[in-house]
């Protein structure tokens, strides 16, 4: 478990495990722990933390997923619908590419290894990869 200078929450990753096949599972696995949920960045020094934390646990994928996603999946204008599944309010951006580009389009969010899981980026919600969560005190 690792946690933050002057926060009081901790971060962790982990593996998503072979009975989650669906993103949306993946709160529930954070959710096991008390005010547990999918990592939220919500800066960019919290942003390079979450960085640090994946660069150091994952090493063969491409994507990592947050706690990023879209509910309306689309249908609000220039990426209006995407919100934190911990409530938290999304003031902070950090697309590596616009999400509502029509090519590839996903809507879940996920940090990749292009960006030094540094930045966003939609993804499909399908996939089955590992996650970070993040857990309050």
């Known amino acids: 478990m690792y946690s933050t200078k002057g926060q009081k929450e901790k ?14 599972t993946s709160p529930l696995a954070c959710q ?16 390079s933390f979450v960085s640090s934390l ?15 996603h879209d509910p309306t999946l689309g249908q609000e204008p220039n990426g209006a619908g995407w919100e934190w599944s911990s409530t938290d309010v999304l003031n902070y951006l950090n697309w590596e590419r616009n999400p509502s580009t029509p090519s590839d389009r996903g809507y879940c969010g996920s940090l990749s290894r292009n960006s030094a899981f540094l930045k966003w980026r939609d993804y499909n919600c399908d996939r089955e990869l590992p ?7």
């Open 32 to 47: 096991k722990r008390s005010q547990g949920h999918l990592v939220s960045v919500l800066s960019g020094a919290e942003a």
């Open 54 to 68: 994946v660069k150091s646990s994952v090493n063969s994928y491409q994507y990592v997923w947050i706690g990023l």
């Open 11 to 24: 971060l962790t990753s982990t593996r998503k495990s072979a009975q989650f096949t669906v993103r949306f």
């Open 131 to 137: 996650y970070v969560c993040k857990f309050k005190n």
